[in-house]
Structure formats: C-alpha cells, structure tokens
C-alpha cells in the first residue's frame, strides 16, 4: 500500500478536510495523542502528550521508557489525535454517531537532542498544558534534561475528518415520533486543589487561575 | 518480543495496576478507544467509538470502511483507551504531568456476525453513549445491519496504568515560591440542541435529559 492508499484510508468524503489551518487548530486544541508502531512486528498503540510547534509535533518522556525509545529511533508511526465533541442523536442508532475531530499522522519521530533545543520544546509543551506556566517555575536541570527524551513527528503526511453536525436521518424517521438533535459536550476545569504540603502564602498562580475559566473540547 | 513482554512495555511500577474492576471502570467510561494495526507492515492508528460488553471491547462501522474491514480479518491489533483527567501541576516542568487512566489492550477483533447477536451488540454500543436511548427509537432494519460491522475485541492481555495524584517535587522545590496542585477536569454536557427539521411537539427524550445532568471523565 502506498502512502497515499495508507492516507486515504481514513478518508470519508463527506467528513474529510484538507485544511491545514483546521487540522493546526484540532492539534492545538488537543493534548493527548495516540502513537501506533510496531514491537517485532506487532502493533502497539500508547497515549502521551502531545503539543504542536509550527509543523512538527512534540511529545515527551523519560528516557527509562522502553516504547519512547522504539519512538526516537525513527520507526515507522502513525498518530492519531481525537477530540470529542458529543453526541450527534439521530432517529435511529443507525444514523447516530459522534460530534467529533480527527487527526491521522504518518512518519517518524526523530529526537530533539541539544541542549537550547530540547528546553525550547519543553517550555512549548509545558505552555500548550497550561499556558503561563513557564514563567513562574524555575528552569530545568541539567540532570533534569538528560533524564528527558523529547520527540518531534513532522506533520507531512495526514488525514483529517470532521463530523458536520446535524443527523441526516431517512424521511421516514423524519416524520416518526423519535426526538433527533446534537449534544454538545466539552472539557471544564473543575477548580484548583493546592497539595498538601504546599507552604502556607503560595497563591494560586496566574496560569491556574486563568485555565479555571476556560471551557475546550477534550 | 513476547506477549509478556509487549504488555510490561506499558508498565511502570507506581502506576500499574492489574486491578481487572478499575479496567472496567475506564473502560466503561470511555467512549473513544484507539486501534493499532498494520497495513502492508506499516502502523497506523484509528480512533472509534467504543463499549465494554462483558469480557469483550464492541467497536461498530460500515462495512465499507476500509480500516474496519482490515481489523475484522483478526490481524494483531492493539487498542488504547484513555481518560484524561487533568493536570498534575508540579513546582517544575519535569515533574508536572497528567492526571489520567489509560488502558493498552492487545489481541484481534472477531466480527460479530449473526443477526441477533449483531442487534444485541449495536443495542449495547447505543446504551453505552446515550443511556436509555435504545427504548426510544426503532429497532434497525435488516438493511442496516447488513451496512454495519460490528468487531469484538477480547479483554485478555492488558495493561492499566493509573496516575496517582499529587505533585511529587523535590525537597529543594517544596521550599521554593512555586505553587503546586492538581487541577481535575471533566467532560460536561452543554445542552441538547434539536435538529432544525424537528416536528414540534416531540419534547427532548428522557435519554438526553438524563444525560444532561452529567459529568464525567472524557
């Protein structure tokens, strides 16, 4: 299969999108992505953050995990990032289905290895969770640094889809007795718990206060 | 790479759990799952709607998916399902991190192929993302069916990993001007909107009102 055929595989036409600026704001939007690759030949899929840099992906963690290793050595992978957005309720189960966005990525991770690099892509994956945040901590360590595999996945090869919203049930259903409409459903942020053994006089900071207000998809 | 093996990829010892009961509970959650197969050797990801029946994962699509139609011929397959439950806010970024479920399962999709089971089956993917609705609309059609897959994934090999709460920073940060907590985040229900061709006086179902008063885990 060539990647074309593998790209269009995720394809549907009424649902697909090849807007790069669409596709930009659902990796924005997101946090959590899912990496497929495979280990002696069979498929493995693990979750982790992910945050968008310009045309790369960034993805982060130790350098004690087995499977970021099989990453960062450039393995084929493909990278799924999803949101759901609800519940489209149509007037059958046939016809109902999901509000939701979807990304499919194809490539390779390569490592970002030096030093101004690496702390660069942190601080983008630190701001893309909570914005703000970079300025009220301090740096990262060295030891800290080098303890981190920070991997970055071009966007060159993708899919988007996109549900488009209300049921399209048939006229029959249309005019039967069955309620259709969509139930929107989004991520809230439920407060700011302060751990235990916070000192007493730390006030919730800046970035904290300012995502309890926000409302996105998950 | 044994099967063992390829589970204990996932694992990390303060986070595991082999806890079958908290399995089903993320399972049972979510509603979105990820899949990772091979197509001509090379990974790729599929994201789909999901619910737990019993021992098993039921995913459902057209029978002229392409993706779907590979994951019901019983190649390996691995599937992720994760909850992301917030941030963990640290006094650094290197020990800020996520609060989240996450479950790995590996194995192959069966299709389900008799007609009651298949009915069965759809009955419960329907009841998983809307409670109740089954009662509420028609039963599908033996056209319907026949345009449906509906795939069975075994739960038998798995990993579960939990992440467990408070920031753990160094002595040196505890005593630093830094703040550090958790800030839990959940999936909300923002309203029911009718479809636009809605006859009056079909009021919104008990399904959709019950769901409106949740909150839960994406």
């Given at each position: 299969m060539t990647s074309m055929d593998r790209t269009s595989l995720t394809r549907l036409p009424h649902?697909?999108?090849?807007?790069?600026a669409e596709l930009d704001r659902l990796l924005d939007d997101a946090v959590v992505g899912h990496f497929a690759f495979a280990v002696d030949?069979?498929?493995?899929?693990?979750?982790?953050?992910?945050?968008?840099?310009?045309?790369?992906i960034l993805a982060h963690g130790s350098t004690g995990s087995g499977w970021m290793r099989v990453l960062s050595s450039g393995v084929p992978a493909s990278l799924a990032v999803t949101a759901?957005?609800?519940?489209?309720?149509?007037?059958s189960a046939f016809e109902s289905s999901m509000l939701y966005r979807s990304a499919?990525?194809?490539g390779g991770c390569e490592p970002v290895k030096s030093r101004p690099h690496k702390e660069r892509a942190l601080d983008v994956?630190?701001?893309?969770?909570?914005?703000?945040r970079v300025v009220e901590i301090r740096r990262p360590t060295t030891r800290?640094?080098?303890?981190?595999?920070?991997?970055?996945?071009?966007?060159?090869?993708?899919?988007?889809?996109?549900?488009t919203g209300w049921p399209d049930d048939t006229e029959d259903d249309?005019?039967?007795?069955?309620?259709?409409g969509l139930v929107p459903m989004s991520t809230t942020v439920d407060g700011a718990h302060a751990a235990p053994d916070l000192a007493a006089g730390i006030p919730v900071p800046a970035s904290v206060r300012a995502l309890?207000?926000?409302r996105s998809p998950p």
């Open positions: 649902l697909a999108s090849s807007d790069r030949e069979r498929p493995v899929v693990m979750p982790t953050a992910i945050a968008r840099d310009g045309d790369r759901f957005e609800g519940l489209v309720v149509a007037r499919v990525l194809f994956l630190t701001e893309a969770f909570l914005p703000g800290e640094l080098a303890a981190t595999l920070v991997l970055s996945f071009p966007i060159v090869e993708w899919s988007l889809k996109i549900s249309v005019t039967g007795p069955a309620w259709a309890a207000g926000r």
